[in-house]
């Protein structure tokens, strides 16, 4: 993946536990499949049964812990997260797990996705007294559990998420027990899978493979799901749901090698390439793809059209992180260090170059300017999702219109702008048969907001409020 030069990035990933002798080495390992969806911070805690540990830090998984680090932290239980910052700030101290000490126990939390109504929540709870120690969206969640007061903490939960709106997929950890839940609308993937006489929780399913689990089932939309040695308990705490969840999962964010809902995400994106190619072919002498998310696409778009599939561009995986260059030039310079095209297999020929999503439009340029610097005739760009105008509330930092292009500019002017011989994106309807979600729910229980501007909850649109401008994140 390269959030750095996409302009699309994810926006967390969450693992746990429960079970095991060793939780926290396991954690680190489910962490690390996960880390394409958050390189800016990462953290684990572990129960030991009598208290919370925890250790978190800035950077990537591996720049976080190592064995001296694990090796302390003892325990049968834990959860993790690896967290790419949206709007909510990128210090340490929104790094999560978040953990909450009380007279009544110890809690902890990891979130993924966006709530919508975090702004409204948190103004709410410091006119009632709550401090807040850092400015992302869930530490609302915990200060609503705490504030619920229910005997049975389950109940607590429960009584937060009714007045949570938005996107969340949670790992609670407490001494004795973890806990997972998922919004009313599913919109984030999380599943459960067996490990041995216990369960691992994950965000995708890629990381079940890496710790040795077997998958047992999605968590579905509205459930709270305590988990503790005798095995799921399992709830709901929303009377009405309907599952939504991100196409981009399919798309772009989720590894190949994951499955999301009982489809595997490699074979979705293959089949969005054929779709593109259905809906958008042309003739040409190479079909390639931009590194990593869209290889798969682009196979799928090789195998309808028949024009032969070239590794056209390859991806140096040993450079340093360019997110932690902000500036323009640098980023650009990034993408030149990132990228390469291949001149043996572009030169003098009509290439075909399959990306999975545009946004702001800069990294497909650049990448149609390398390909044209290698000798490449001609380049037709060909994108295997609709064109994104709409800002994702959901944990996507798509956030304002002005930042995508396709919101601003025809298609022909971005076809003009990235330098292409010719441009097509898929169309929706593509988009939900190429991924092909059982066809038993409007949309077929997928959101595509960012494309049809439809949102499947109600949000909230940002005020002058100060809060606006530092909440909303993780
Ligand atoms: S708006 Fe787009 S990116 Fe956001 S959750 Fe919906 S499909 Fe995913």
């Known amino acids: ?8 990035n994810e926006e967390c990933g969450v693992f746990g536990v429960w079970g095991h002798e060793d939780a926290a080495h396991i954690t680190y390992y489910g962490l690390h499949s996960l880390q394409h969806r958050g390189q800016e911070g990462a953290g684990i805690v572990v129960t030991d049964r009598n208290k919370l540990k925890i250790h978190k830090g800035m950077g990537l998984v591996n720049d976080v812990f190592n064995e001296d680090i694990l090796n302390n932290m003892q325990g049968t239980g834990a959860i993790g997260h690896v967290r790419y910052t949206t709007a909510g700030g990128s210090d340490f101290i929104n790094c999560q797990p978040l953990q909450f000490n009380s007279q009544t126990g110890s809690l902890a939390i990891a ?9 409204a929540l948190k103004r709410q709870l410091e006119y009632q007294g709550s401090i807040f120690q850092t400015t992302s969206d869930t530490e609302v969640i915990a200060h609503l559990i705490k504030r619920s007061g229910y005997p049975d903490i389950r109940d607590s939960v429960k009584n937060a998420l009714t007045m949570v709106k938005g996107a969340y997929a949670l790992a609670i950890l407490v001494e004795d027990f973890m806990m997972v839940a998922l919004d009313p609308n599913g919109l984030r993937p999380l599943s459960i899978g067996k490990l041995g006489d216990g369960y691992v929780v994950s965000s995708e399913t890629c990381a079940f493979d ?5 998958f047992l089932r999605e968590v579905q939309p509205g459930e709270l799901i305590l988990i503790n040695d005798e095995g799921l308990h399992i709830e709901t705490f929303s009377p009405s749901t309907k599952r939504t969840i991100c196409s981009m999962e399919y798309v772009y964010f989720a590894r190949p090698d994951s499955n999301v809902e009982e ?9 969005l390439g054929k779709q593109l190619a259905i809906e958008a072919g042309i003739d040409a002498d190479v079909v390639t793809g931009v590194p990593d998310s869209s290889i798969s696409a682009a196979i799928g778009f090789a195998e309808e059209s028949g024009i032969p599939y070239e590794l056209g561009l390859i991806k140096n995986r040993y450079v340093g992180r360019t997110f932690i260059q902000p500036s323009q030039s640098l980023r650009e310079q990034g993408v030149k260090m990132k990228l390469s095209a291949v001149r043996g297999v ?11 999503s545009i946004v702001r439009g800069t990294t497909a340029r650049r990448i149609v300017k390398l390909l044209r610097e290698a000798g490449a005739k001609e380049v037709h760009v060909r994108i295997s999702s609709p064109p994104i105008i709409n800002p994702c509330y959901y944990g996507i930092d798509t956030s304002t219109k002005g930042e995508l292009i396709a919101a601003e500019k025809s298609i022909e002017e971005i076809r003009e702008e990235m330098g292409a011989d010719s441009l097509a994106y898929l169309s929706v309807d593509g988009l939900m048969s190429g991924i092909g979600r059982p066809d038993t729910m409007e949309n077929c229980g997928q959101c595509l907001a960012c494309f049809t501007g439809t949102y499947p909850t109600e949000i909230y649109p940002a005020t002058d409020h100060p809060y606006d401008k530092v909440l909303g994140g993780k």
């Open 1 to 8: 993946m390269l959030p750095e030069i996409k302009g699309l």
């Open 263 to 271: 489809i595997n995400v490699h074979a979705a994106r293959k089949n």
């Open 346 to 356: 572009v030169e003098g020929k009509r290439v075909v170059m399959i990306d999975d």
């Open 210 to 214: 890496i710790v040795g689990a077997t």
């Open 111 to 119: 979130h993924n996705g966006n709530l919508v109504n975090a702004t």
